[in-house]
């Protein structure tokens, strides 16, 4: 199983921009889909973005061309770039990874929008 450690979070106004990142304890290079996901109080986990070890990205409907994810195999490492930051974007966001075998979460970093 992999560790994964989120960071990147904050309180940031709306419009505002925020990137998040996502350490793995190993190699990201072997690992099919790394991906991130939002939970805000009182809703279901949903997807946010998601990219796949040859390079193919997916994004949940809200944040498509606000949101791009990318991925640094050399330093283990998956980035969110979120840009136009709005209230609805407040939420937990958590790194999540995901091979045939097994599918391993972080703990999570707090974004809040707010003005």
């Known amino acids: 199983q992999v560790q994964l450690v989120e960071s990147g979070g904050g309180l940031v106004q709306p419009g505002g921009s925020l990137r998040l990142s996502c350490v793995a304890s190993r190699r990201i290079a072997s690992i099919n889909v790394m991906g991130w996901y939002r939970q805000a109080p009182g809703k279901e986990r949903e997807l946010v973005a998601r990219?796949?070890?040859?390079?193919?990205?997916d994004y949940g409907g809200s944040v498509k061309g606000r949101f791009t994810i990318s991925r640094d195999n050399a330093k283990n490492t998956v980035y969110l770039q979120m840009n136009s930051l709005n209230i609805e974007d407040t939420a937990a966001y958590y790194c999540?990874?995901?091979?045939?075998?097994?599918?391993?979460w972080g703990q999570g970093t707090q974004v809040t929008v707010s003005s």
């Open positions: 999540n990874s995901w091979t045939p075998i097994t599918a391993s």
């Open positions: 990219i796949t070890n040859t390079g193919t990205t």
